[in-house]
């Protein structure tokens, strides 16, 4: 039988989780709209073009997303479909555009990593 301070250690405030990718809604992946598509140059030491879209997610929310790879062919009322995963050179870049799904294609000669760029093996 436990004592009433046992009982009373027991009862804790319940931390709440922490999400990195809450536009997702805790999910996997979303259907997002194209809003544009521009360039970002990264932090410090890189130096690059690296290229970005801004989208507005099934859910309403805005956000900004890296699309991968070498050349796309991703353009302004495109539809695409986003992952949570956090660019580590753009600061506020928490998403990427999965490559292959709705209007982005996927790379073509990709022979390593086809499947983070949508390429089926040949």
Do not use: E, W
Request: proline fraction near 5%; aromatic fraction near 4%.
């Amino acid at each position: 039988m436990p004592t009433l301070v046992q009982l009373a250690k027991g009862i804790r405030k319940q931390t709440r989780k922490h999400y990195r990718t809450i536009s997702l809604a805790h999910c996997p992946q979303k259907r997002a709209s194209c809003l544009r598509v521009l360039i970002m140059s990264p932090k410090k030491p890189n130096s690059a073009q690296r290229r970005i879209a801004k989208l507005r997610l099934s859910t309403g929310a805005r956000i900004t997303a890296h699309i991968p790879g070498i050349g796309h062919n991703f353009q302004k009322h495109g539809v695409a479909l986003v992952r949570g995963a956090r660019v580590r050179d753009l600061p506020g870049v928490r998403y990427r555009v999965i490559r292959g799904k709705y209007d982005v294609t996927s790379i073509v000669h990709r022979r390593q990593g086809r499947s983070k760029y949508g390429m089926k093996k040949v």
